[in-house]
């Protein structure tokens, strides 16, 4: 049969696209996408309304999206992550239908289960053959793993890969399988290279940032997770990529030979994979070309899908054989409990991604953020947004000492023992205090614009508007 | 003191962490990290910064403007009130200069209320006439405490090219380290000053405690682990140390006169440095035996 469709209007026209449907998108691409925009484009064009858009990630690049929420083509957004300038919109009351975020392990367990129903996929892929087989490793838009898109393809009623680099049939290897696509079409370009991934992550240089990376590295070196086997995840971004530079001689020095890395990969995990200091890396996400590079070549970077990375729902998952994983917090409260959705002043700048996955996953999870940011402790009563519960969260690092959640008192005592600088949380919080002072609360409007669905389904918060 | 961090006295951010990074010592800059037009600016954030914070974790060196200059005496009246543990003149090329820093000093801790000689001086030798001037700089005053060798300033003075392996400064140096030892007070070395090379930092911090310097200096605050652990003495020295000292228990105990250890003679000099050792050790709360 023949599944090429002349533009991509054509193909949407194929797809039977109607008012009211729901149409999703991974963000491999990143803030380099440019599949969503075209795909709202057109069917703003086309005259299209009340679109649901189900996007495993929301970027800066898709501000656009806002003018389509304005001309209501656009009325919904369900999605695991959404960047500042789209957030800022939505936190001013722009939709009235409230933001329904969910994590990378729930996305696919809902979509899995029929909780969440798509339409029609828009799968972007950098390197697709005519019958769709589809993977991430070729072409001028590589992005490496296409992990986020794998529920998508196989569930929605239509599936669409959208490439700018035609393979002779048949491609190997398939992220995205030809028994899953209805129709493929080519396009000028999918993404901006640019904006895709970066040519190489460099770690921070922010001496408060590598103290709090330095400590970090120490949590887990008297953890007593860090054995033969170890498992370890970490983002990409300040501390957390740092964790990596002062626990690669830490298990050098104990002699430790790891099992595997997770997650979102980057050429500096690539590099602990080559030097043997893990066996395996399973990655959703590549961060960097080396990290893109490394998953064509090296077979033992294995590709994984948002299912089988985090899923709830299925019978195990990566993150359920985790020992250890470093993540960030805009805020983190005295029971532990961790936002990564809004900003201080509550105005949505970001998303759970795997962070309540791997949280809950992982045997050892360690929130990484300094005392305060500019004017404002990080340390708060109560998160704005609980992303994350406290109960899943074990140790809290800053640059001036760390706080381990009560419920890990054997962790406690093994840190305590290890001279590392045990506070209890509200003693971190008093000596930010001191320095900042105790900010008023923020008043926020009665409206809800985002309600966070945790991986297990259930509504763990809703965010509200900003006034 | 092993390590002592430049903070610059305009930033914020970095007074707001400065004992954060683990050196043994901070110094807070109104010298050459600020511009003149920003020296009122720099005092007034150093003195708030220093009452705000409490740096607990850590020695504080607050480091001036030079005598002669108009900032001297507005730094001095800014800076003695937070009655820091050391105040660092800089361009320091003679006696006198310690001697009228100290009298000023004298005048303004009465003011204050503070006890007399409260106050420490580190001088900051950083041209050709303080280096030959060296031993009457340490011996000018009791309230110095310890010689720094700025090896910029020197360097240029020198009509010198500034080099990594530093053959340049090896005379002053040693001048610095043998004025400070004949006095009996502590020695620190310049900052190595390319913040990335890593290898480059702890080949100069080695070469400098080798060499016998107590400390060093550093203006990245990403440079204070190496130079700590260059500074403290390693496992083997420890492990050394103690069995000199126990040979020597062992050799009294036994009445002999001459003891030696793994073939060697035992003589004071290596029992007076296998003591400051362990002193070392149990300063850091090093125990030797982990690691």
Redesign the interface.
């Known amino acids: 049969m023949n599944k090429r469709a002349e533009s991509l209007g054509a193909a949407m026209k194929k797809a039977g696209i109607q008012n009211g449907m729901t149409i999703s998108f991974h963000h491999h691409l990143r803030n380099g996408d440019y599949v969503m925009n075209m795909v709202l484009d057109e069917a703003a064009k086309m005259g299209i309304k009340d679109l649901t858009v189900q996007a495993s990630s929301v970027f800066d690049v898709h501000q656009p999206i806002i003018e389509h929420i304005r001309n209501g083509v656009v009325t919904g957004i369900e999605t695991n992550y959404m960047g500042a300038k789209v957030g800022k919109a939505i936190s001013e009351g722009i939709l009235d239908r409230p933001v329904r975020f969910r994590s990378h392990g729930g996305r696919p367990d809902a979509i899995e289960k029929g909780r969440v129903k798509i339409d029609i996929a828009f799968v972007a892929a950098p390197c697709a053959d005519a019958s769709g087989n589809a993977n991430g490793i070729y072409g001028p838009s590589a992005c490496g793993s296409l992990g986020y898109a794998c529920a998508d393809a196989k569930y929605a009623k239509t599936t669409i890969v959208v490439t700018d680099y035609l393979a002779e049939y048949p491609l190997s290897p398939a992220s995205i399988e030809e028994t899953d696509v209805d129709y493929v079409v080519v396009v000028d370009k999918i993404g901006d290279a640019a904006g895709i991934v970066s040519g190489t992550t460099q770690i921070t240089?922010d001496?408060?940032g590598?103290?709090i990376a330095?400590t970090a590295a120490r949590v887990i070196e008297h953890s007593g997770y860090l054995a033969d086997g170890f498992s370890f995840q970490t983002g990409a971004g300040g501390a957390s990529l740092a964790v990596t530079k002062y626990l690669k001689p830490i298990m050098k020095?104990k002699n430790v030979s790891g099992s595997f890395g997770l997650g979102g990969i980057t050429g500096y995990m690539v590099d602990m994979l080559r030097e043997g200091y893990f066996k395996k890396l399973m990655d959703v996400q590549c961060f960097d070309l080396k990290a893109v590079e490394s998953l064509k070549t090296n077979p033992d970077h294995i590709e994984v899908s948002a299912s089988r990375y985090a899923s709830p729902g299925v019978i195990s998952a990566c993150v359920d054989h985790l020992d250890a994983v470093i993540l960030g917090a805009t805020q983190i409260d005295t029971d532990f409990n961790v936002n990564v959705h809004t900003d201080s002043n509550g105005y949505i700048m970001g998303g759970s991604g795997g962070h309540s996955d791997t949280a809950a996953g992982a045997k050892l999870s360690i929130i990484v953020a300094p005392l305060f940011r500019a004017r404002l402790p990080i340390i708060v009563d109560r998160a704005l947004c609980v992303s994350t519960p406290g109960n899943t969260v074990d140790v809290l690092v800053t640059?001036?000492g760390i706080a381990v959640n009560p419920a890990r008192e054997a962790l406690r005592k093994r840190l305590t023992d290890a001279c590392l600088p045990v506070y209890d949380i509200g003693e971190l919080k008093e000596m930010a205090e001191k320095?900042t002072g105790k900010p008023d609360d923020i008043e926020l409007g009665e409206r809800i614009a985002a309600e966070v669905e945790y991986r297990d389904g259930s509504i763990i918060d809703k965010i509200r508007c900003v006034k | 003191m092993r390590s002592m961090l430049f903070i610059p006295g305009n930033n914020p951010g970095m007074l707001?962490?400065a004992d954060?990074?683990?050196a043994d010592a901070m110094i807070l800059d109104l010298e050459d990290a600020v511009s003149p037009d920003q020296k009122d600016a720099a005092r007034i954030l150093v003195r708030n910064a220093v009452r705000?914070?409490d740096y607990q974790n850590g020695k504080l060196v607050i480091r001036i403007n030079p005598i002669g200059t108009p900032f001297f005496d507005d730094d001095l009246q800014a800076v003695v009130p937070l009655s820091p543990d050391y105040i660092m003149p800089t361009k320091v090329d003679s006696a006198e200069y310690i001697k009228a820093l100290s009298e000023k000093l004298d005048l303004l801790e009465a003011e204050c209320g503070l006890e007399n000689g409260k106050i420490s001086i580190i001088p900051l030798i950083e041209t050709a006439e303080g280096i030959e001037n060296a031993f009457a700089i340490a011996k000018a005053d009791k309230r110095v405490k310890a010689l720094f060798l700025g090896a910029e300033d020197y360097s240029a003075d020198l009509h010198a090219v500034r080099s990594k392996q530093g053959d340049e400064i090896l005379y002053a140096r040693g001048r610095i380290l043998n004025a400070a030892r004949a006095a009996a007070i502590d020695a620190y070395d310049t900052p190595f000053t390319d913040v990335n090379d890593e290898e480059g930092l702890e080949k100069d911090a080695s070469l400098a405690r080798e060499m016998g310097f107590t400390g060093k200096a550093a203006i990245?605050?990403?440079h204070i682990?190496a130079i700590n652990a260059a500074f403290s003495p390693s496992k083997a020295e420890i492990q050394y140390a103690k069995e000199v000292l126990e040979a020597i228990e062992e050799g009294k105990r036994l009445g002999k006169g001459a003891v030696s250890l793994r073939g060697k003679m035992i003589d004071k000099p290596v029992v007076d440095r296998a003591k400051r050792v362990i002193e070392d050790m149990l300063a850091l709360g090093l125990g030797g035996d982990d690691?």
């Open positions: 240089r001496p408060v590598l103290k330095e020095r640059q001036r320095i | 707001l962490n954060v990074h683990g705000a914070l990245s605050p990403r682990t690691e």
